[in-house]
Nanobody, 127 residues
């Protein structure tokens, strides 16, 4: 199983940007589809963006389209989420996930019941 560690979260003002990183170890991330999810206390975890292991399938949640960009770096065994034009509604803990069984297309991101998860990184947007 791959191990994942997120970084890059923090406190930024409205309209600012952050770049989250997901560093993988134990296995090559190329074997996995990757996804970014977020969760606010008291609410269910929601999908932000996903990219298949072939890098062909890419999904963005409606709130992420045009503002967020998911990417992968094979050489570094990492994945990223570039976030721009941040609003207070983007405040959440952001999690990276990796899965060998997934369905990812422009309008779909479906992971299995047991992907690998990182520990999460807090993103706080101040108004």
């Amino acid at each position: 199983q791959v191990q994942l560690v997120e970084s890059g979260g923090g406190l930024v003002q409205v309209g600012g940007s952050l770049r989250l990183s997901c560093a993988a170890s134990g296995r090559t991330l190329d074997d996995y589809s990757v996804g970014w999810f977020r969760q606010v206390p008291g609410r269910q975890r929601e999908v932000v963006s996903c990219k298949s292991n072939s890098a062909i399938g890419t999904y963005y949640a409606p709130f992420a389209k045009g503002r967020f960009t998911i990417s992968r770096d094979k050489a570094k065994n990492e994945a990223y989420l570039e976030m721009n034009l941040l609003t207070p509604e983007d405040t959440a803990v952001y999690y990276c996930a990796a899965d060998t069984t997934s369905l990812i297309a422009r309008n779909l991101c479906q992971f299995s019941d047991s992907p690998a998860w990182g520990q999460g990184t807090q993103v706080t947007i101040s108004s």
